[in-house]
């Protein structure tokens, strides 16, 4: 069966570009504006990998990295962080809010910073579910 | 009876012991405490162990006589009344006696009535005299104690003097030099032996300052007196003061001058510093969320490419499409980010001219009504007729408004509630003669306080890859440059309202153009 890719990011351009990419590699994409739309369609599609954003409106990506990761159900899920944001920040502000009183989580499979070549993500993807 | 209420001790000296008994006698039946002595010499004895107030003495004795007793005790204690005893007729002695200072003359044989008197008068003189010497001593003590308060003051004064921060120059009428403490030394340079009784003030001082010591009424410190200028130091090198000078004045007449400086060098730099710091800062926030922009729309560079690059491989025209779209609306937000950084980093001065601020507002609105529309989100305005002209520069007040409407828009885009009613309210109003108020408010998302405190700060943007990040920041500055304010008041969930006041200045209008208005 084809595998699932959940692409969660607030721009379109980024979306598509991620989506060509999966499709290009033979998996099977689907999309999400936020960190809301995307926990809604990780619990109908269950897809075998997630490609997040950081930044985006309603729901960031440091919100719903947590909620796959500390949902065990989900948390075997892989996840590829693909922000603008650095890793370090981004490690940054998860372990701030695991000192406010929230779950451990571990560190994102892998961290890809924009702009990435198509090839990197093509590779971050096929190690991700293999 | 003697002032302080005591009878008188009286010494008396005669050579024939029957007179000086008789004497005795009389005096002590009368209450006074009486000393004998039968010889000058012994006289002088007693009167020196047991220092009577009044003597009484013959003045015809073998040996030392009444004269020479007379003048002795008038040496040793100048105060002590003497009263001489003469012999019948000897008018030559008795002046000779009073030349030499005695209070008073009896003539033998010695009366009762007379003595009394006599005695009388002695005690009414020491009485007077006692009374002079303690008005004196208390003078005395007076004058000591003013002279020590005097010091005391005086010393406060010129410690308080050294030991100020402040740098302190004064001078005499001269204009001389007279007080220069160690802080006017860190300032001038000059040692302090360099300067006392030496120089001028109007050596050290440049005549802009001088000025402010020739003026003609005693100033007290008001502001006019100060003012941040430079002095040259004994290096000719230029130290940056905060000065304060007047001349000095008592009873209207000029006695000197006084200036005082506070050595501004440790605040200017470090006032240098911090402009230099928060400017790095402010760089360095810049160059960070520059990048981060930039690494966004590489980004949609890159999958453009990688898009058109698709398309061409298999000769798909809708891969080449949708990569070309990219590639296009990348272009656009590069542009967009470099006006922004633009209109931020240039350092202009606002090009103010006389304008409508309501038909600004109604062209921003024009603008911004299809985007309202289309969203279902009623896009309405109140403006206060009572505006009319103002002096600003109607570029910036067009760009504040658009970007504040445009962010009321957004704010209910990203609003989750559907259900809601979105509105878009843009209020104008002339508070008062100065000010005018313009005010965007929303029915939108609202703000949570974190957001609300990172407002103005760089590059923050909750709009995701909508925003530079730049808009409010370029807001401010625009705002800033009109001395005028922007505030906000918001509630998550409940909407936003933004809040900018600038100062109203009316046209200047010509005389023509006034008396035209009054016809009108």
Redesign the interface.
Known sequence: MTKKVLVVD??P??R???T??IE?NGFNPIEAENGEEGMQLLKLEKPDLVIL?V????ESGVRMFRQIKTNPKFAKIPVIILS??TKKSFLRSQKALTEFGGAEVPEPENYL??????EELAAAIKSALS | MLPNGKMSKILVVDDEEANVRLLAMSLRSDGHEVLTALSGEQGLETFKKDNPDLVITDIKMPGMDGIEVLKQIKQLDSNTEVIIITGHGDIDNAIEALKFGASDFINKPIRDEVLTVSIKRAEEKIYIKRQLQEHTDNLERRVQQATREITRQSNFLSKLIRSSHEGIIATGQDLKIVIYNPGAQRIFGYLHDEVLNQRKITELLEPELLSFLEQKKPSSGNEQNRKEACVYDKNRELIPVRFYGTPLFEKKEKIGTVCFFQDLREIKRLESELVQNERLAAIGQTVAGVA?GV??I???????S??LN?GLEKNEKG?LR?GWD?IQ??IQRTSELVLDLLSFSKERDPQKQSCQPNTIVVDVCEVMKDLAAKNRIELTTDLDPAIGFTIVDPHSLHQCLANLISNAIDACL?D?NVSKKWCVHVKTERVDEQIIRFSVSDTGMGMSPEVKKKLFSSFF??????GTGLGLLVTRKLIKEHDGSITVDSEQKKGTTFTIELPFCEQVQSADSQSESEDL
């Open positions: 607030d721009d351009d980024v598509l570009f991620s060509a990419v290009e954003d930044l985006m409106p309603r603008g944001i910073e924009k702009p990435v070549e198509p | 981060h690494k966004n590489l980004h949609g560079f890159k999958g453009g990688y898009l698709l891969k949708q990219m609306r990348n990203f989750e943007s909750t709009k995701g890859h909508r």
